[in-house]
């Protein structure tokens, strides 16, 4: 009954609960029908008081729920660089991929979320990791981002940590070129500068 109250507790935010509930003993990796664990829950909807409890507890960040995705790979997906360095000091594989092959530094690239880039870079995550696609951060976000401010961001921090700009798809396609075909000019422009820098 303990393991329930957790996982709702987590799920909806409820700091007090859950600290009640880790006291009386309910278990940190207890799951949902879905496989996911009370810091899982509380990854997915950004309640980071309630992530630091459970960190503190020993919760762990790498439990992967039925579909792949571990409290750590899903702050990649809601973008929560708080959360992200939250979790850090339970010592999170900073490059687990998810069922697709991306880590979380691919999942915040390719999502436009430019804070948490940044972190996970922080973090020491791998700026050329290649996913099930053959794509790496920067060719997504390149190629599924639209090329406003926060994509210009992203583009700007992995090629900051040293991105190869010149690596291409599995089509043989660069992000500049994928750039200007999308006629995202402001991201061609940084892709074009970090592969021909001028004089």
Not at 1 to 20: H, I, Y
Request: proline residues 4%.
């Amino acid at each position: 009954m303990r393991d329930e109250e957790l996982l709702t507790a987590a799920a909806s935010g409820d700091a007090v609960a859950v600290r009640e509930a880790v006291t009386e003993g309910a278990g940190l990796e207890a799951r949902d029908a879905r496989g996911r664990t009370p810091l899982l829950l509380a990854a997915a909807a950004d309640h980071v008081e309630v992530a630091q409890l459970l960190v503190s507890a020993g919760a762990d960040p790498d439990a992967a729920d039925l579909q792949g995705d571990t409290p750590w790979l899903v702050t990649g997906m809601t973008g929560s660089a708080a959360l992200l360095r939250v979790l850090l000091p339970a010592g999170p594989d900073v490059e687990r991929a998810n069922r697709d092959g991306a880590t979380v530094l691919i999942l915040a690239g390719e999502r436009g979320h430019a804070d948490c880039v940044r972190a996970a870079l922080e973090a020491g995550a791998d700026v050329d990791h290649t996913d099930d696609l053959g794509l790496t951060a920067l060719l997504e976000a390149v190629i599924v981002g639209d090329g406003s401010e926060r994509y210009q961001e992203v583009v700007r921090l992995l090629l900051a940590a040293g991105a190869d700009a010149g690596r291409t798809d599995r089509d043989g396609v660069t992000a500049f070129e994928h750039a200007v075909a999308k006629g995202h000019l402001e991201i061609a422009a940084l892709l074009r500068d970090a592969t021909h820098p001028r004089p």
